[in-house]
């Protein structure tokens, strides 16, 4: 069982940990016209290093909002947010972040995008090469290295995301509802990706879902937000061993569980 | 491609050349049949004089002279246009400087200059420079700053979480972004120097196709002139085609057609 409790004194010795995540008092306003949208709220959380987190919500009640300031997008009206004992104050290497759509960018070849998530890329090409091709294996797409974006299928442009993202060798990687938009097959081999990178790379996991299952499956904690503006409601340690099937009786009882501390 | 593709190619090329083959039949018919007062010269006239002008290179010293003048001066437009392009649409504030300025100018044609232009700069190359640089320049500028207005700003986002230099912002987002609009700017701005490049020539040039034709007119060449304007077309016709086929080139991902 990986440590999920890490509220308290343990929390300050490993703060210092790369992939260790601390949101402190944060809130969030939008200006939008004459008016003031409080989207975040007094929202605390902390992500030990090493966990995967899924965050559920209804819509409208900030989660993409608490992604993009952890990932240095948006910076917070309220409080502050480190990661790896460090303030975060703009987007760095040590955080990755995966939208619901792929983003990209449809002028360059599935490789050249992957290159593009190189930090140090330009100084060898050939290791540059081996590197993205390393990676596109990783997600499975070393046939397609030089396909465009446009001759893709959702999920494999998705995949194409996830292997950009992992080529900045993030210590935190932010996931807005990335399998949202996939069909149900192509979304559980999805999952197990994950869970396959997420267990053979040193990586903290923050996924944003609406799918209890995918929640229960991949994450050991799942952090519930309250409705607009978003605060943390309840954060609850999934205590099942990997890997999870959910067709078990351990992962009903724990789904019937969460469900009723929705409800 | 298939049978039936290349039978309906075949067929929109045939509709196409109908009407210039068309306007030299009548051309052909009206001179042979004494019409025309005598004047306009007979297709067998222009195409001795067109075998003249070739065999003195006399036509060819006036094309590469254009075509050198088109060249430079467009470089220098694009050089000029597509950074202060780029300038305006980064920083609002030195948008609102210089548009107004811009705006002002670009309702000006060229050839409105091109007195001004010769008693400022001489009837030497730096008028024609100016005159290109001037037609040029605001196509160029303003699709550069459309281009750039419509990347998608979540590209800009990408950007951020890559870590991109500004060197690598210009060259791997705003470029191919804008790129679509880009080309277009500058297939507009070629054409557009083309023309006024001729008009500067007729007025202030010793050299050039513009010139040719004013020469032809000074010796009542009629030949010579009609050989002047069909150049000057077949050129702008080549300059077009030259952009579709880099068009087609850079921006095959649009459409699936890169080759690899
Ligand atoms: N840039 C912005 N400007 C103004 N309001 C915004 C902006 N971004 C988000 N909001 C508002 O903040 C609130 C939270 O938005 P957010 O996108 O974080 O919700 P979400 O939980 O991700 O919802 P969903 O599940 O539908 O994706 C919404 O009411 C939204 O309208
Ligand atoms: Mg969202």
């Given amino acids: 069982m990986r440590n ?46 090493g966990d995967f987190v899924t965050i559920i919500g209804q819509s409208g009640c900030g989660k993409t909002t608490l992604l993009r300031l952890i990932a240095g997008l948006d910076h917070p009206s309220e409080g502050q947010i480190k990661v790896g004992g460090k303030l975060v104050q703009g987007t760095g290497w040590d955080r990755g972040m995966i939208f619901q759509e792929p983003r990209l960018f449809p002028w360059a070849t599935v490789a050249h995008n992957v290159d593009l998530g190189l930090p140090d ?21 070393e046939d397609f290295a030089i396909a465009y974006p446009g001759e893709l299928s959702g999920g494999m442009a998705q995949r194409v995301a996830l292997a950009r993202a992992l080529a900045g060798s993030p210590k935190v990687l932010l996931l807005d509802e990335p399998l949202g938009a996939l069909d149900a097959v192509t979304r559980m081999r999805m999952q197990n990706e994950l869970l396959r990178i997420w267990q053979t790379r040193a990586l903290t996991m923050v996924a944003v879902t609406h799918d209890l299952d995918e929640a229960i499956l991949l994450s050991t904690q799942i ?41 | 491609m298939d049978k039936g593709g290349r039978t309906q190619k075949f067929q929109g090329f045939l509709r196409g050349i109908a009407l210039p083959l068309l306007a030299l039949i009548c051309w052909g018919l009206a001179t042979t049949q004494g019409f025309g007062g005598g004047i306009l010269p007979t297709p067998k006239d222009v195409v001795t004089a067109f075998g003249r002008l070739l065999a003195t290179k006399e036509l060819q010293t006036h094309i590469q002279i254009s075509l050198f003048r088109i060249g430079q001066g467009f470089f220098l437009a694009t050089g000029l246009a597509i950074p202060i392009g780029i300038l305006v649409a980064s920083f609002p504030r030195f948008g609102q400087t210089v548009l107004p300025t811009l705006e002002f100018l670009r309702q000006i044609p060229p050839v409105a200059w091109i007195p001004v232009f010769i008693l400022v700069l001489g009837i030497g190359e730096a008028t024609k420079l100016a005159v290109i640089i001037y037609a040029a320049f605001f196509p160029i500028l303003v699709n550069t700053i459309l281009g750039m207005t419509q990347i998608d700003h979540r590209f800009w986002e990408v950007a951020r979480l890559l870590q991109f230099s500004r060197r690598e912002t210009l060259r791997e987002l705003i470029l191919p972004a804008a790129a679509p609009s880009l080309i277009a700017g500058l297939r507009l701005g070629l054409s557009n120097s083309w023309r006024a490049l001729v008009a500067a020539e007729m007025l202030a040039a010793f050299s050039g196709l513009g010139y040719m034709i004013m020469a032809a007119r000074s010796l009542v060449r009629m030949d010579e002139m009609f050989i002047g304007i069909a150049v000057i077309g077949v050129l702008g016709l080549l300059f077009d085609w030259g952009w579709k086929v880099l068009e087609k080139h850079l921006l095959c991902w649009q459409n699936r057609s890169c080759d690899r």
């Fill in chain 1, 121 to 141: 890329r330009g100084q060898d090409q050939q290791a540059d090469q081996d590197r993205v091709m390393a990676l596109l294996r990783l997600v499975g797409l």
């Fill in chain 1, 4 to 49: 999920t409790s890490c509220v308290g004194k343990t929390a300050h010795v490993i703060g210092k940990e790369p992939g260790f995540v601390e949101v402190i008092n944060v809130g969030k306003r939008f200006g939008m016209g004459t008016r003031v949208l409080e989207a975040l709220t007094d929202l605390d959380l902390i992500i030990p290093a």
């Fill in chain 1, 223 to 263: 952090v519930v937000l309250s409705e607009r503006p978003g605060t943390v409601r309840r954060v609850i340690p999934v205590d099942l061993p990997y890997p999870r099937d959910r067709t078990t009786l351990e992962f009903n009882v724990f789904r019937q569980e969460l469900v009723g501390m929705l409800a």
